[in-house]
Nanobody
Framework: VQLQASGGGLVQAGGSLRLSCAPSGGTFSRNAIGWFRQVPGKEREFVAAISASGGGILYTNSVKGRFTISRDNAKNTVYLQMNSLKPEDTAAYYC?????????????????WGQGTQVTVSS
């Protein structure tokens, strides 16, 4: 399944953005979905993941309490609500569909990746 991420932009520190991830054709209701981010010259970093049912959620420590991942399987969309944004959150954000229904932190567990959406947080 091909994924489409959207919702990135330029925001001041302390601001909010909501990213969306949807399949361009097909459905991912049976897949866990993850969000990762990458800064040029650095490895892709895990941000958050949600199980297929929505009952299992994982976050990296640096975004806990600020970011919220959710999914609406009826709308075939996964969201990443990002509040209290910091300049260090600046990156290209990617969504990916896992091979299984279980949320994971490992990029190797994700088979389908969307194109990135850029998030830039100014200080």
């Amino acid at each position: 399944v091909q994924l489409q991420a959207s919702g990135g932009g330029l925001v001041q520190a302390g601001g909010s953005l909501r990213l969306s991830c949807a399949p361009s054709g097909g459905t991912f209701s049976r897949n866990a979905i993850g969000w990762f981010r990458q800064v040029p010259g650095k490895e892709r970093e895990f941000v958050a993941a949600i199980s297929a049912s929505g009952g299992g959620i994982l976050y990296t420590n640096s975004v806990k309490g600020r970011f919220t991942i959710s999914r609406d399987n009826a709308k075939n969309t996964v969201y990443l609500q990002m509040n209290s944004l910091k300049p260090e959150d600046t990156a290209a954000y990617y969504c990916a569909a896992a091979i299984s229904v279980v949320a994971s932190r490992r990029p190797a567990d994700f088979a389908s990746w969307g194109q990135g959406t850029q998030v830039t947080v100014s200080s």
